[in-house]
T-cell receptor, first 112, second 109 residues
Framework: DTGVSQNPRHKITKRGQNVTFRCDPISEHNRLYWYRQTLGQGPEFLTY????????KSRLLSDRFSAERPKGSFSTLEIQRTEQGDSAMYLCASSPPRVGQYFGPGTRLTVT | DAKTTQPPSMDCAEGRAANLPCNHSTISGNEYVYWYRQIHSQGPQYIIH???NNETNEMASLIITEDRKSSTLILPHATLRDTAVYYC??????????FGAGTQVVVTP
């Protein structure tokens, strides 16, 4: 247990529905990252926050994806109008400056 | 594309040292070498990172060549619980990580 928690751990949804995931980072970490991992592949960077500011978004993050980090604490990742291609493990990580990132257990999304 | 090259797999006997190589010939001066591992169905676990000097912590040692074009992660006494995919990543200090395919390490009794 790294201290980063993610909820829910598993989510099954029907195509076209909206889903929202939550990440609670380690409390003193000002940086928070979201990654996506599909089966057999390494994680892919999605977006990054420093405190409440979203500083970078990958081109993988289409218009259907939005992430927030109000007050620089927990973060949410919302996917609107889910598609089967969105099925993946969504990973959250947090870090203080200039050290490694600590990953949560992930949320596994299955879109049917 | 990932900036590192790792062997796709390697085996290691339990109790022996595991030496995991990584090539990163295009590393920039401000980029660190990070190592993570991922046990099946879990999130990646941070192991160690370094810039120029060799580093050691309770999990592993990181040896970086003088020209910084390659590095080796050393697990001093491999256990069955070290079976995982090991990722070598080069990244700047704020650390957006680009994961490659990694090395699948299997520790055998």
């Amino acid at each position: 247990d790294t201290g980063v928690s993610q909820n829910p751990r598993h989510k099954i949804t029907k195509r076209g529905q909206n889903v929202t995931f939550r990440c609670d980072p380690i409390s003193e970490h000002n940086r928070l990252y979201w990654y996506r991992q599909t089966l057999g592949q390494g994680p892919e960077f999605l977006t990054y926050f420093q405190n409440e500011a979203q500083l970078e978004k990958s081109r993988l993050l289409s218009d259907r994806f939005s992430a927030e980090r109000p007050k620089g604490s927990f973060s949410t990742l919302e996917i609107q109008r889910t598609e089967q291609g969105d099925s993946a493990m969504y990973l959250c990580a947090s870090s203080p400056p200039r050290v490694g990132q600590y990953f949560g257990p992930g949320t596994r999304l299955t879109v049917t | 594309d990932a900036k590192t090259t790792q062997p796709p797999s390697m085996d290691c006997a339990e109790g022996r040292a595991a030496n995991l190589p990584c090539n990163h010939s295009t590393i920039s001066g401000n980029e660190y070498v990070y190592w993570y591992r991922q046990i099946h169905s879990q999130g990646p676990q941070y192991i160690i990172h370094g810039l120029k000097n060799n580093e050691t912590n309770e999990m592993a040692s990181l040896i970086i060549t003088e020209d910084r074009k390659s590095s080796t992660l050393i697990l001093p006494h491999a256990t069955l619980r070290d079976t995982a995919v090991y990722y070598c990543i080069v990244a700047d200090s704020w650390g957006k990580l680009q994961f490659g395919a990694g090395t699948q390490v299997v520790v055998t009794p």
